[in-house]
């Protein structure tokens, strides 16, 4: 970021000295109770699945108070997540708000936020495989909402080709299929996702947005609670693992799996589901 022409002033040090604050008051949103969650997985049942295959997208339907797992099958797959309120795809997953909310690369406990004025949870993650990569020494994490979704304007930005399997075009159209509408009007429904699976963070020295080959293996799965009535939509996307290229059809890339599973009755005597968001609206200056 830095071109080092600009005259460094003599308190330099000092103005970098200030303590870093973590920018939300995190302590007091809702807290995860894990005990809630885990009483209904006890009893859960798989009620349906859905296969996306390699460099395409697919849709789902998760009812609110059922449970869905992405899970990895026959290889190394990253996974694009759009989430959208199914009654209502005004309301979407907020993937920016989510990062500033808990953190770049998201996991058991955190939430997955709507977009404004809802901003409720939509979906409230369980139980993730890959807990145990935690952070390794390039500063990578997985499961990132940093990253926007590989998409063919910005690739045809720097090469100068149409590829039509990105996962901005795979999202539109398993969007355009499931609402039985243009692919123009499934364009504005698609937004920036949950990069599943995916290993990623900022170089050391340059701030840049890296990725790197996925730990993640067949077997390995995300498993999610819907707060809130879902439609989904997952790209398997082109970069297959993200451990080399991207946006073309030789990078090896595999199907990613969607199960549905249903609590039993009676299992979420605890669990209340999350209301919109309750300010006013108004946007009056207060001045
Ligand atoms: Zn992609």
């Given at each position: 970021m830095s071109n080092g022409t600009s005259k460094i002033p003599v308190d330099a040090a000092q103005r970098r000295s200030a303590k870093p604050i973590v920018?939300?008051?995190?302590?007091?949103?809702?807290?995860?109770?894990k005990a809630v969650y885990e009483k209904a997985k006890i009893s859960m049942e798989k009620t349906s699945e859905v296969i996306v295959p390699p460099r395409d997208g697919a849709t789902f339907h998760v009812p609110a108070g059922h449970f869905f797992r992405i899970v990895s099958v026959e290889g190394p797959q990253v996974g694009d997540l759009n989430l959208w309120n199914a009654n209502d795809l005004s309301e979407r997953f907020y993937s920016g708000k989510t990062r500033q909310l808990h953190s770049s690369h998201i996991t058991t406990g955190d939430r997955l936020w709507s977009s404004h004025?809802?901003?409720?949870?939509?979906?409230?993650?369980?139980?993730?495989?890959?807990?145990?990569?935690?952070?390794d020494e390039d500063g990578a994490g997985v499961h990132d909402v940093i990253g926007t979704r590989c998409d063919p304007y910005t690739n045809y930005l720097l090469k100068e080709v149409d590829y039509n399997n990105c996962c901005h075009s795979n999202l539109i159209r398993a969007v355009a299929d499931n609402q039985h509408i243009s692919y123009d009007e499934a364009e504005t429904h698609v937004h920036d996702v949950m990069n599943v699976f995916m290993c990623t963070g900022f170089t050391k020295d340059t701030h840049q947005y890296f990725m790197k080959a996925s730990p993640v293996r067949p077997g390995d799965f995300i498993e999610f609670f819907a707060e809130i009535d879902l439609l989904g939509a997952l790209s398997a996307c082109?970069?297959?693992?993200?451990g080399s290229s991207h946006s073309n059809d030789a990078t090896p890339c595999y199907p990613l799996l969607v199960e549905i599973y249903k609590p039993a009755v009676?299992?979420?005597?605890n669990w209340q589901k999350p209301s919109r968001n309750e300010y006013s609206g108004k946007h009056i200056s207060n001045k």
């Open positions: 920018c939300y008051e995190v302590d007091s949103l809702p807290s995860y109770d004025p809802n901003l409720r949870p939509m979906a409230t993650i369980t139980e993730n495989t890959l807990d145990w990569y935690g952070w082109p970069g297959g693992d993200c009676g299992t979420l005597e």
